[in-house]
């Protein structure tokens, strides 16, 4: 009789984000004391609020926000709107967010959190009384110059301004023009800034750039998946066609559709956006099943939705040479191993997607310094800090003869190592 090989079960994202962590630390031989704090987050809340829904009813919603460190400066991170929120999601992804931050020389520390929640079963309405009571559930534990949330999967602009008016509403009069920098992300005429909108699908766009560059390989013609097709995963499609890449497969949480000959990136949107936001029954595309995506036909891989996408189940499946993470942990540490003995390049989350905190940390210095950035300003600073960023890994990866995550990390932290070192543990 004839059995099918059992799946390798997932590991969490927290396991994930701990083993990435104690490879380098084990590479740098982290002082053990510092190690100890870095293990563990500083504050972690979880929130239980209720709210009454458009029939009248009350429902009762639970919200998260782990701050993992603030050496280097106010925590910051998004906020997501999904039903795979909990402590330990959040607790991940505030981690991958001090290790992102701090690889991008920014003056920031990592947090994150969200709600347990589909939003899409609720309507706008409930959605704003949602985002507003959770909002001042939090109180001060968030802030401009202490905790600095932003956009995240299914939260947008539109969030962030329910959140902006909010928490301006709990201050005195003469205090609320100081608080603009409570959250980033925000709409154009509530303070946010130009380009903030594409900065992180623009930065993974950066990163195949610098990478094909550093490969001496073009990207005229070269065939690239996408899975996520939001905020992140459209703009960075967006940008590969125009540099003369071909969209042939996306997929998102509706269903994956595929056509060899290409996918117009523009089509693809305005459809969705007339569509709910679902690419399914795109009439230029097939659709397919969901399973098969890995193994696509194509030169570059963008994974740009949700954690633990890429594992031992389909990364021997992957035909791709390069994998440019959009979102935050989709390979598993099983699956980039995987990746690597194939040969296949990946450019790792903490590089990859960091246009958005860039991004949000130039909102931020505007608001702060009652400054307004015209879009090409913004853009150029981004490409200029994010090639700075990505040849200090890339130059660190060839230098050791290793992978470009472990070399993303060993520099995080060492940023981090240095600054408890200079300035000592209190008391």
Not at 43 to 65: A, Q, S, W
Not at 170 to 184: A, I
Not at 258 to 284: C, R, T
Not at 337 to 348: A, T
Request: proline share 4%; hydrophobic share 40%.
């Amino acid at each position: 009789m004839i059995t099918k090989p059992k799946k390798q079960p997932k590991h969490g994202m927290l396991e994930n984000v701990m083993r990435q962590f104690n490879h380098a630390a084990d590479i740098i031989n982290l002082n053990s004391n510092i190690r100890k704090i870095l293990t563990i987050t500083n504050n972690e809340l979880i929130i239980h609020f209720p709210v009454k829904m458009d029939n009248g009813e009350i429902e009762v919603f639970t919200g998260y926000r782990v701050q993992h460190n603030n050496a280097l400066g106010p925590y910051k991170g998004g906020l997501r709107y999904h039903p795979t929120v909990d402590i330990d999601a959040a607790k991940a992804l505030a981690m991958w967010m001090t290790w992102k931050t701090s690889l991008a020389g920014l003056p920031y520390g990592g947090a994150k959190g969200g709600i347990q929640i589909d939003p899409f079963k609720y309507s706008i309405t409930e959605l704003e009384r949602i985002t507003r009571r959770f909002t001042y559930a939090l109180g001060d534990n968030i802030g401009p110059e202490h905790d600095i949330p932003a956009p995240d999967v299914n939260t947008n602009a539109q969030t962030m301004a329910w959140i902006l008016d909010t928490y301006m509403s709990t201050k005195p009069p003469t205090e609320r023009s100081k608080n603009q920098h409570v959250v980033t992300g925000k709409p154009i005429g509530s303070g946010g800034s130009e380009g903030r909108d594409r900065a992180t699908g623009y930065g993974v766009f950066l990163n195949i750039k610098f990478w094909s560059e550093r490969k001496k390989v073009s990207l005229k013609r070269k065939k690239f998946i996408v899975q996520g097709f939001g905020n992140v995963g459209y703009w960075a499609a967006h940008f590969l066609e125009n540099e003369g890449a071909l969209l042939v497969g996306v997929q998102d949480a509706y269903g994956s559709i595929a056509n060899s000959d290409g996918i117009m990136v523009a089509e693809l949107f305005n459809y969705s956006q007339q569509n709910k936001g679902s690419i399914l029954n795109f009439p230029n595309a097939s659709a397919f099943e969901n399973s098969d995506f890995f193994g696509l036909e194509c030169d570059i891989c963008i994974p740009a939705a949700l954690g633990n996408q890429i594992t031992t189940n389909n990364a021997d499946r992957i035909k791709a040479f390069l994998i440019a993470e959009g979102a935050n942990g989709p390979t598993d540490v099983e699956g980039e191993e995987i990746l690597l003995k194939k040969g296949i390049g990946v450019i790792p989350d903490i590089l990859c997607n960091s246009g958005g905190v860039i991004g949000s940390y130039f909102e931020w210095l505007q608001n702060r310094n009652g400054e307004i950035w015209q879009m090409d300003e913004v853009m150029a600073k981004l490409d200029k800090k994010m090639k700075e960023v990505f040849d200090k890994v890339y130059d660190k990866a060839e230098k050791t003869n290793g992978d470009m995550r472990t070399a993303a990390f060993v520099i995080a932290i060492e940023r981090i190592e240095k600054a408890y070192v200079q300035r000592g543990i209190f008391p």
